[in-house]
């Protein structure tokens, strides 16, 4: 039972990081920007003609290697799954790049219509692969690392985070392409919507998928008992 609820969650987690990645792929097509997490590796992809999903897990590792840097004290070889993890969803965007690249976008409406379902099927992808709890990215370790290592909290760290991609995001397409690329209006609204768009998912099943991968009941039912 316990090797079935684990490959039941190891299913899950890449089944979580594959809608992730196709949500990654439609911000990209919009072509109204990325989530400040996601434009880094693109400003750098658009500079060094580097395949993004390549790119995505340079970018993650340098952020792996951060977090050896300067967090040593608190890190486990458990923290070394962060990179098989970066690596798979490296090579998922490469894979939902090249499924959704016959998609013509033609006007703003069309551009802003699939960066919003962007910002949903990220929210999902993010719910399932969360849920599953088997490993985070480099990205998200060392949002939390920071966090505890500086006692701030996880969402002032992340607003810090988000915030510096953007501005290497500027400075490193300004440098290589003499433009501002992968930062638009989209991104602001990937950063503030993913947010919503989880919240309204764990409201909609996450207790339920919670209860039934660890086996706990749900708040419902604990009541009743």
Not at 14 to 23: K, P, S, T, Y
Not at 75 to 89: D, G, M, N, T, V
Not at 99 to 106: H, Y
Not at 108 to 133: K, N, R, T
Request: proline share 2%; with cysteine.
């Amino acid at each position: 039972a316990c090797m079935k609820k684990w490959m039941l969650r190891l299913g899950l987690y890449v089944l979580g990081q594959f809608i992730l990645a196709l949500g990654v792929s439609l911000s990209i097509i919009s072509g109204l920007g990325v989530s400040p997490a996601s434009s880094v590796a693109l400003a750098f992809s658009l500079v060094t003609g580097v395949e993004v999903g390549n790119m995505m897990i340079l970018v993650q590792g340098v952020y792996f290697l951060l977090q050896c840097l300067f967090f040593e004290r608190e890190f486990k070889l458990l923290f070394f799954l962060q990179l098989p993890s970066a690596i798979l969803f490296g090579k998922l965007l490469t894979l939902t790049n090249l499924l959704l690249e016959g998609i013509q976008v033609s006007g703003y409406a069309m551009q802003l219509g699939i960066l919003l379902l962007s910002v949903f099927v990220v929210g999902l992808g993010l719910e399932l692969y969360m849920g599953a709890d088997v490993a985070v990215q480099p990205a998200e370790g060392l949002v939390s690392h920071g966090a505890k290592k500086w006692g701030r909290s996880v969402a002032f760290m992340k607003n810090c985070f988000d915030i510096g991609c953007v501005l290497l995001t500027v400075l490193v397409s300004w440098i290589g392409l003499g433009a501002v690329a992968g930062v638009r209006e989209g991104t602001v609204l990937c950063a503030l919507g993913a947010g919503r768009a989880i919240w309204l998912y764990h409201k909609l099943f996450g207790e339920r998928l919670s209860c039934w991968l660890y086996e706990k009941e749900t708040p419902a039912a604990a009541k009743a008992n």
